[in-house]
């Protein structure tokens, strides 16, 4: 007989990973004299509470870069799609991570106005700006903009113009 019955041993939650947050994706707004403060956009994958993994730092800090974050740094973190925000100061950090102070998350309405969609193309946000897209195979057709209508306006060019 063949063993039809799962025991609760053999159910192992699918493990996660915290997504890394990309060093080019952080933006320095401010540097004083005793702390900086950084925008940062996060990858499509993350989730807000992911923000308590140290681990998510890891590429920013080994880069050496500049932007490196340090004690005391202010963050003002931005979900991919923008449905939320978080503010966080740096309570410590090292080569392999940072630890946020309680990060305040601050959810954000829904857009009161629709993006453009014609049934060929639509105009999506990809976290880094606007863009179009074919929508039957999903391919970004202009590169990526500060806003909806210029997005909009870059669509309209890939149609092809009418004669006189």
Partial sequence: MAKTELNAADLKPASRLAPVIDPDRVTLHANGQV?????????????????KEPGIWRKLQASGSRNSLKKFDRLFIVAFDESWVAEAIV????NKGAVLAKPRLTSMP?????????GTYRIEWNGFGFVSVRIADGHVMTQAVPSAALAERLLAQLYPARVA
């Fill in 35 to 51: 702390w900086r403060e950084y925008m940062i956009r996060c990858p499509s994958d993350m989730v807000s509470d992911d923000l």
């Fill in 91 to 94: 309570a410590s950090a090292d």
């Fill in 110 to 118: 829904e857009r009161y106005d629709k993006l453009f969609n014609d």
